[in-house]
């Protein structure tokens, strides 16, 4: 019928021995009036209908079989994706501390640091008191006076001497110095003179401005006596200037002065230049410039410093042709003055040079030899482009064959002599060379001429200068 069930729908419930035929009914299995129950289950109605699940009952799990053996492997499968990172897990916690390490080694020795600042001075401790003054010892022996009688007592290396040349006589109340012994008086200027307050009559000084000894008197002070004027240097002439000592250099030397101070006169005249030279068809030359005049009759002069320097100067050689300027003069010294060489002539296409006096054709004078820069006065500047070489005195002419400035005279040694005169232009015609200017005259230089032998005419020496000192012996 349509409410049959296979025994195995019962599953463990419900049994049928093969072998006996016999049923089994499960421990759980009931059968009430009008129905079989599985526990609360009820798996058949009284119809007879089934009532349990539609797959049957499920019996109890049975034993565990045996294991069967071990299948082949398969092969590999694909690998998979890989899996998201798993999250960070939380922090464990800290471990406790371990044991300490030993000891290492002691590290090397550090640099030694920089010295520390000096600490402050500390402050000075007090004073401790004076001891007692100790007693005070016997007066000794007064020892003997040294000298003899009316000699000046004066202190001998601690102990009182006296010396023969050096005496008193009260009775006549004289001072009296002896031979080989000198009296030393202190010297004055005359301003540390006139500062001198409460001075006595009769008080003697030596006054080393003036180099005179001086006496005090009710009029105030007088020349006790003076200190005589001695000095030498250069060829001294006491003759040719009746009242005065000439002194005359005519190459280097000294003037020095040994004892007192005098008012001198002097004259110092430069080396005169030498003239520019003439080349045919190139142009002439001018003469050249003379060297630098200074004079004065009021020099101070005294033994103090006592040595002035004397220098003096050479004239300056010629131009060779036109193509280049006569050479500057030397200069000429007497201590602190100075006079400048004359400046070279000019030649065509050359400029005089500057000098004491300047150059024929532009050169300029009151210069330092051979430059632009100011020289007290002592000359002229040489004339223009067209004229003659200036000489000490004037300017000079503007035409060819015309004399330089006529220089200037002096008889500072008796005799009325001219010197430092400008040298001439060159000569048109009539024809001829210039010649060499004296000695110690100062004199510029002759420009060279036309005509004559040769293509080239030199320009003419200039003369050397001259230093002359005088001084009344009086």
Do not use: C
Not at 26 to 38: C, E
Not at 41 to 61: F, N
Not at 70 to 89: F, L
Not at 405 to 425: D, E, K, M, Q, Y
């Amino acid at each position: 019928m349509s409410n049959n069930r296979e025994l195995s729908e019962f599953a463990d419930y419900l049994t049928v021995d093969d072998t006996t035929k016999n049923v089994g009914i499960g421990t759980t299995l009931k059968i009430n009036a009008g129905g079989i129950f599985v526990g609360n289950t009820e798996i058949v109605r009284p119809d007879g209908t089934w009532g349990g699940p539609s797959s049957g009952l499920v019996g109890a799990q049975g034993a565990q079989g045996f294991q069967g053996r071990q299948g082949a492997v398969g092969a590999q499968g694909d690998a998979g994706t890989d899996g998201a990172q798993g999250a960070v897990g939380a922090q464990g916690s800290v471990g406790a501390q371990g044991a300490a390490g030993a000891q290492g080694a002691a590290g090397a020795q550090g640099a030694a640091g920089a010295q520390g600042n000096q600490g402050r001075q500390g402050a000075t401790g007090a004073q401790g008191a004076q001891g007692a003054t100790g007693a005070q010892g016997a007066q000794g022996a007064t020892g003997p006076v040294g000298g003899s009688n009316t000699q000046i007592l004066f202190n001998d290396g601690g102990s009182t001497g006296g010396d023969a040349g050096f005496t008193f006589n009260k009775s006549t109340n004289v001072v009296q110095v002896g031979n080989q012994h000198r009296l030393g008086l202190g010297d004055f200027t005359t301003a540390q003179r006139d500062a001198l307050t409460s001075v006595s009559n009769g008080t003697l000084i030596y006054n080393s401005t003036t180099d005179q000894l001086e006496v005090y008197g009710p009029g105030g002070w007088i020349v006790g006596a003076a200190i005589p004027f001695v000095a030498t240097g250069g060829t001294v002439d006491t003759t040719s200037r009746t009242g005065y000592n000439v002194h005359t250099f005519t190459s280097p030397g000294t003037f020095t002065v040994s004892s007192g101070s005098k008012d001198v006169e002097y004259l110092v005249v430069a080396g005169g230049a030498g003239g520019g030279g003439y080349t045919n068809f190139v142009g002439y030359g001018w003469g050249g410039g003379a060297g630098g005049y200074r004079t004065s009759t009021t020099f101070s002069v005294n033994s103090s410093p006592g040595s002035y320097t004397v220098t003096v100067g050479g004239g300056g050689a010629g131009s060779p042709s036109g193509y280049s300027p006569g050479s500057n003069g030397n200069p000429s010294v007497f201590g602190p003055i100075t006079s400048q060489g004359g400046g070279g002539g000019g030649s065509a296409g050359n400029n005089g040079l500057n000098g004491g006096s300047g150059g024929g054709q532009g050169g300029l004078g009151n210069r330092v030899t051979g430059t632009t820069t100011p020289a007290p006065p002592q000359g002229n500047n040489g004339g223009p482009t067209t004229g003659g070489g200036a000489g000490g005195a004037g300017p000079s002419p503007g035409l060819f064959n015309q004399a330089g400035g006529p220089g200037l005279p002096s008889s500072i040694n008796g005799t009325n002599v001219t010197r430092a005169a400008g040298g001439r232009a060159s000569p048109g015609s009539p024809p001829g060379l210039q010649s060499p200017q004296p000695d110690n005259s100062g004199n510029g230089g002759g420009g060279g001429g036309y005509p004559g032998s040769g293509p080239n005419r030199a320009g003419a020496n200039g003369g050397s200068g001259i230093v002359i000192i005088a001084y009344p012996t009086a």
